[in-house]
Structures are given as C-alpha cells and as structure tokens.
C-alpha cells in the first residue's frame, strides 16, 4: 500500500531531518494523497495548487522500464528534483505512479553547490 509506505517515509523523515521535511504525497495517475504538509506550506497552497505542482512530478519513471539486462545501470531506485528551494526525491512505487518527498535546499548544501556549479559550466 503506497499510504501506508508513505506514512513510513514521513516517520523517517521526520526522524532524521525534523522541520526541513517540507512534504510527502503519494502520486497516482489522476491524483494525488497528501500524507504530510508541513504548516507554513498549507498557508502558502490551496489544495488545487498543491495537486497542480504534485501533478508536475508525473514523469515516467516506472522501475520495471528500465529492469533490463541492456542498461548496466539497473532500475531507476529515485529520482531527484532541485528547486532553488527545495529538493524533490521521486520513489517509485509498485501500487501508484510514486511517491513524493520534499525537504528543505538547506539539507543537501554540497549537492546543490555541484548542481550550481555545473549549470554554470553549461
């Protein structure tokens, strides 16, 4: 059950970054289940907007596409959005589209000091 995998993900979360967690949603085809909000976001997003920028996220990221003896990488574990604000782990999930994470720039400052180097080499 995807809920209940993303109910586990927000525990975790929480456990090991506290308030820099910002969200964390189950993404299906159509919708999507909002399992944690942090406070100061749900006075920022109406439910439209949240399920609108949750929308964006629907890219195809399906682990068996890429279960191939053909790719030396193997299958797709997550992927990683960086927004200035934010970065957004993807985890595929067998029962939804996938599952949504969102935590604070602040928690992965190298990580975003390589991307910001790298966008200036390009």
Do not use: W
């Not at 085809?29 to 406070?39: I, K, N, S, T």
């Not at 907007?49 to 003896?69: C, L, M, P, W």
């Not at 985890?91 to 180097?117: N, W, Y």
Request: net charge negative.
């Amino acid at each position: 059950m995807p809920r209940d995998t993303g109910i586990q993900l927000v525990k975790y979360a929480d456990r090991k970054i506290g308030d820099s967690l910002r969200t964390v949603a189950v993404l299906f085809a159509d919708d999507c289940e909002v399992l944690y909000l942090r406070d100061d976001l749900q006075e920022s997003y109406s439910p439209s907007q949240y399920k609108q920028i949750a929308g964006s996220f629907r890219v195809d990221i399906n682990a068996e596409i890429h279960r191939t003896d053909k790719s030396p990488l193997e299958a797709k574990e997550a992927l990683i959005h960086y927004h200035r604000e934010a970065y957004v782990f993807q985890f595929p999930h067998e029962d939804c589209h996938s599952i949504l994470l969102s935590v604070e720039s602040s928690v992965g400052p190298q990580l975003a000091t390589f991307i910001e180097g790298c966008k200036n080499q390009v």
